[in-house]
C-alpha cells in the first residue's frame, strides 16, 4: 500500500520556474520494487504522461513535450519525489498527479499505475 501527497502548485508567469514535490509512504519496507512518476491533466483533454523515475536505478524517462524544461529527480532519504519545472509555458497549465507503478521500469501509461495523489493545479499564465 502507498499513500502519495503532493504540494508546491501554484499560479507562475510563462517562462517561469516551479517545483512539485511529493511525499511517498508504503506500508512495505522498501520503494525498491516502484516507479515513480507525474501526469497532469488540463480542463477538455485526456491525461497525459510527463515524466518517470525507478526508484532502484534512477533511470528517467520525459515526454517530448517537457523534455529539456523539466527535471524528475528523488531524494531516497525523505521518500519523495520533484518535479522541476522550468521555462514553463501556459500550455503546461495542468492539474498534476503523482503516481506509483510497482513491478515496471519507466512505465508511460495511465493503466500502469497502481497509485494516485489528489493532484496538485499549476497555472501558468501569458
Known amino acids: 500500500q502507498v499513500q502519495l501527497v503532493e504540494s508546491g502548485g501554484g499560479l507562475v508567469q510563462a517562462g517561469g520556474s516551479l517545483r512539485l514535490s511529493c511525499a511517498a509512504s508504503?506500508?512495505?519496507?522498501?520503494?525498491?520494487?516502484?516507479?515513480m512518476g507525474w501526469l497532469r491533466q488540463a480542463p477538455g483533454k485526456e491525461r497525459e504522461f510527463v515524466a518517470v523515475?525507478?526508484?532502484?536505478?534512477?533511470?528517467?524517462y520525459y515526454a517530448d513535450s517537457v523534455k529539456g524544461r523539466f527535471t524528475i529527480s528523488k531524494d531516497n532519504a525523505a521518500n519523495t519525489v520533484y518535479l522541476h519545472m522550468n521555462s514553463l509555458k501556459p500550455e503546461d497549465t495542468a492539474l498534476y498527479y503523482c503516481?506509483?507503478?510497482?513491478?515496471?521500469?519507466?512505465?508511460?501509461?495511465?493503466?500502469?499505475?497502481?497509485?494516485w495523489g489528489q493532484g496538485t493545479q499549476v497555472t501558468v499564465s501569458s
Open positions: 508504503t506500508s512495505g519496507r522498501t520503494f525498491s520494487d516502484y516507479s
Open positions: 523515475i525507478n526508484w532502484s536505478d534512477s533511470r528517467t
Open positions: 503516481a506509483a507503478a510497482r513491478f515496471r521500469s519507466l512505465p508511460t501509461r495511465e493503466y500502469q499505475y497502481d497509485y
